[in-house]
């Protein structure tokens, strides 16, 4: 079947520097993309989504670039700090294709931030 | 509190025993689903439900039952537990479609099936 997947499984940044986890998706059929955080004992949260027909979208201090292209998908955090060290997933769905009831997940990104 | 109740948080049980999992959310979300989370693989969908009475498979549905006769409700069931079941389970609720700001996850399930 279709699938997400990341390129990196781990990424360690320093204190204050920015971060970018990318994600790799195979379905041109997807009509939007989340990102997700999940910390340690907890349940995902949700960070920021896309709809396809935008190329970037920016939250608090968070930016989600689509490349419809390439089918990448791209999570920025500016300005890392300790509480953004999570495992980080990338989902996508579909509104208009026969499986529009589920979310795709990728593998996940554990993001480490460095004091 | 908007939130998804996930009941137990842990199990250890023996192969063949039946057990159920439930989840509980109190937001009127019509869209249910469970999923489990195994190490490398992410997320991956069990069993969603679009509304009462409305169930459907998910990606890795084997060994697994569902029911929803109420819209806050959502249990898991698993009528034949096997080590292959251990694993990490979420249920999630959020309105149609899935996913989104809307959309909350409880915190989790750890079962482990000896």
């Known amino acids: 079947g279709e699938s997400v997947g990341l390129h990196l499984p781990t990424l360690s940044v320093q204190e204050g520097d920015n971060s970018i986890i990318n994600c790799a998706y195979s379905n041109s059929a997807s009509d939007y993309f989340i990102w997700y955080k999940q910390e340690s004992g907890k349940g995902p949260q949700f960070i920021i989504d896309?709809?396809?027909?935008?190329d970037k979208r920016q939250g608090q201090r968070v930016t989600v670039l689509l490349n419809k292209t390439v089918k990448h998908l791209s999570l920025q955090i500016a300005a890392t700090q300790p509480g953004d060290s999570a495992v980080y997933f990338c989902?996508?769905?579909?509104?208009?294709?026969?499986?529009?009831?589920?979310?795709?997940f990728g593998s996940g990104t554990q993001l480490t931030v460095l004091p | 509190e908007a939130q998804v109740t996930q009941n137990p948080r842990y199990l250890i049980t023996v192969t063949g025993k039946k057990l159920t999992v439930t989840c509980s959310q109190n937001m009127n979300h019509e869209y249910m689903s469970w999923y489990r989370q195994d190490p490398g693989l992410g997320l991956r969908q069990i069993y969603y439900?679009?509304?009462?009475?409305?169930?459907d498979k998910g990606d890795v549905p084997e060994g697994y039952k569902v029911s929803r006769k109420e819209k806050r409700n959502f249990p898991l069931i698993l009528e034949s537990p096997s080590p292959n079941q251990t694993s990490l389970y979420f249920c999630?609720?959020?309105?149609?479609?899935?996913?989104?700001?809307?959309?909350?996850f409880g915190q989790g399930t750890r079962l482990t099936v000896v």
């Open positions: 989902a996508e769905g579909s509104i208009s294709s026969g499986s529009a009831r589920q979310l795709t």
């Open positions: 439900s679009m509304n009462v009475e409305v169930t």
């Open positions: 999630a609720s959020s309105p149609v479609p899935p996913g989104g700001p809307e959309a909350f």
């Open positions: 896309i709809r396809s027909n935008m």
